[in-house]
C-alpha cells in the first residue's frame, strides 16, 4: 500500500510518532511507501529526515520559466475558454506576467523588496477568478471595465494582503496602474517602455500553444529594466547569487579537524576567540573621552573648542559607534569562550557564530544588528575586519589625544 501525508509541518509531533514507529518495525512490506509532504522547518525529526529520500519543488528562475510554468500548471486552454471574448485572453497573459516580475524581484534582494513576500499560485488564481467574474459582469453585458476596481482588487486585496511595507504597496500599486489598464488592449502595446532587442508583448490567439510559443521565444537572461531597475541591480543579484553559494559550500564543508592537528573544532575555535580577546583595543570610556573633546580645539583659524566645533561632534559620534561595537565584540567572544567551556549554555545564536569563527568568516552579529541594520564595516574574513576594527580605534584614539594635526600627518 502507499500512504501519504501532506503538510507535515503542521503536525511535528506526528512525525516524531512516525519515526519511533518505523524505527522500531522489525519488518516492512517491500511495496509499502510513505510520501510526506512538507515545508522547510527546523522541528522536523531528523531520524526521519535521514531514513528518507528527498525530493525538492525548485521554484522555476527566469521570467520566462515562471511564465512557462504559470502556462503549464495553472492556465489552460480552459482557462483561456472561460470568457468569450480577446480582452479576457490579453489580462490572463498580463496577469501572468505581473505575477512572474513580481516574484522575481525578490532575486535582487533588498532593491526588489523592502521585504521578500511569498507571493504564491493562489494569488494569481484568486485574481484570474475575480478577472473572470468581473468581465462577465460588465463586458459580457455591455458595460465598461472598472479599471479603479480591477486595480484595487489585485493590488490591494489579493496580493496586498500580504504586502506590510508601505513603500512595497506603492510599488505594486504603481505596478498594476501601468499594465491593469487600457493601454494593454493596443495594438504594438509592451510590457517594455524602453527600445530592446525583444519587446515583451501580449500574445493574439485562442490557442494555448500560441502563448506558449511566444513563451519560448522570451530571452533566458532577464534584463533588470523589465523589473523597473536599473541595469546595476543586475551586479547586485549576482553578487548576492555567488555569496549565497560560496557560504552555502562553506557550511557544507566538514567541520572534523585533521588527524594531524589532533584538536576539535571546539578547542581551535576557543583559541581563535582567546587569541582575538587579547588583541581586543582598550574600552573607550565616555566620561573620559567626553571631558578630552570639551578640551579640544577647532579647525585652524577659529576660535570654537570643545562640542562648539563640528568635528569634535563627529568624533564624539565615532567613538560611541565604535565603543558599542568593541563591546559587543568582546562580549560575544568571551561567550563564546565560556560556552565551548561548558561555563553557559551554547545557544543556537552562540553555535552559529563558532561556525563562522571556525570558517573564518565575519560572526552576523558583528556587522548586523538584530533589525538587520548595518552596523559595522562589511569584509569577507575575520581577519581583515579585526584589522580595520584596531586600526578605527588607533585612529580615534590619536585623534582624541594629539589632534587632527597629528592625526593626518
Not at 105 to 118: D, H, L, S, T, V
Not at 251 to 267: C, F, I, L, M, N
Request: some cysteine; charged content about 25%.
Amino acid at each position: 500500500a502507499w500512504v501519504i501525508l501532506q503538510n507535515c509541518h503542521l503536525g511535528i509531533q506526528y512525525m516524531k510518532e512516525m519515526e519511533e514507529t518505523l524505527t522500531q518495525t522489525l519488518e516492512i512490506d517491500e511495496d509499502y511507501r510513505l510520501w510526506i509532504t512538507c515545508e522547510i522547518t527546523q522541528r522536523f525529526p531528523i531520524g526521519l529526515l535521514q531514513m528518507a529520500i528527498k525530493v525538492t519543488l525548485e521554484p522555476p528562475a527566469g521570467l520566462k520559466a515562471q511564465l512557462y510554468r504559470s502556462f503549464t500548471t495553472m492556465i489552460s486552454q480552459e482557462t483561456l475558454d472561460k470568457v468569450d471574448h480577446e480582452k479576457w485572453r490579453a489580462l490572463v497573459f498580463t496577469m501572468a506576467v505581473l505575477h512572474s516580475i513580481v516574484q522575481e524581484r525578490r532575486k535582487f534582494g533588498a532593491i526588489g523588496w523592502c521585504i521578500p513576500y511569498e507571493f504564491s499560485n493562489s494569488d494569481l488564481e484568486a485574481s484570474l477568478l475575480f478577472l473572470e467574474k468581473h468581465l462577465s459582469a460588465t463586458i459580457m453585458v455591455g458595460g465598461q471595465l472598472s479599471w479603479t476596481t480591477v486595480q484595487y482588487m489585485v493590488a490591494e486585496v489579493q496580493y496586498g494582503g500580504r504586502i506590510t511595507d508601505d513603500l512595497d504597496r506603492e510599488l505594486f500599486v504603481t505596478y498594476a496602474a501601468k499594465w491593469l489598464c487600457d493601454d494593454i488592449f493596443r495594438p504594438g502595446f509592451a510590457f517594455n517602455s524602453y527600445v530592446a532587442e525583444y519587446m515583451y508583448r501580449i500574445p493574439e490567439g485562442f490557442d494555448i500553444h500560441v502563448y506558449r510559443n511566444a513563451i519560448d521565444t522570451i530571452p533566458a537572461v532577464d534584463s533588470p529594466l523589465i523589473f523597473g531597475l536599473h541595469p546595476n541591480a543586475d551586479l547586485t543579484y549576482r553578487l548576492k547569487e555567488s555569496s549565497e553559494m560560496l557560504t552555502t559550500i562553506v557550511e557544507t564543508q566538514p567541520k572534523e579537524s585533521g588527524a594531524g592537528s589532533g584538536k576539535s573544532v571546539d578547542e581551535i575555535v576557543k583559541e581563535q576567540a582567546l587569541d582575538l580577546l587579547e588583541k581586543m583595543p582598550p574600552d573607550f570610556v565616555e566620561e573620559v573621552y567626553r571631558a578630552q573633546i570639551g578640551k579640544l580645539r577647532g579647525p585652524p583659524r577659529l576660535e570654537e573648542r570643545g562640542f562648539s566645533a563640528p568635528l569634535n561632534i563627529f568624533l564624539f559620534q565615532e567613538l560611541q559607534r565604535l565603543q558599542g561595537i568593541i563591546g559587543l565584540v568582546r562580549s560575544n567572544l568571551t561567550s563564546l569562550a565560556m560556552a565551548i567551556d561548558g561555563t553557559v549554555v551554547m545557544t543556537p545564536d552562540l553555535l552559529e557564530d563558532l561556525n563562522y569563527v571556525f570558517d573564518g568568516r565575519v560572526p552576523k552579529r558583528w556587522t548586523h544588528d538584530a533589525s538587520g541594520a548595518e552596523i559595522s564595516w562589511l569584509l569577507p574574513n575575520v581577519g581583515g575586519w579585526f584589522t580595520g576594527l584596531l586600526d578605527r580605534h588607533q585612529q580615534l584614539n590619536t585623534w582624541l589625544e594629539h589632534g587632527r594635526k597629528e592625526m593626518k600627518s
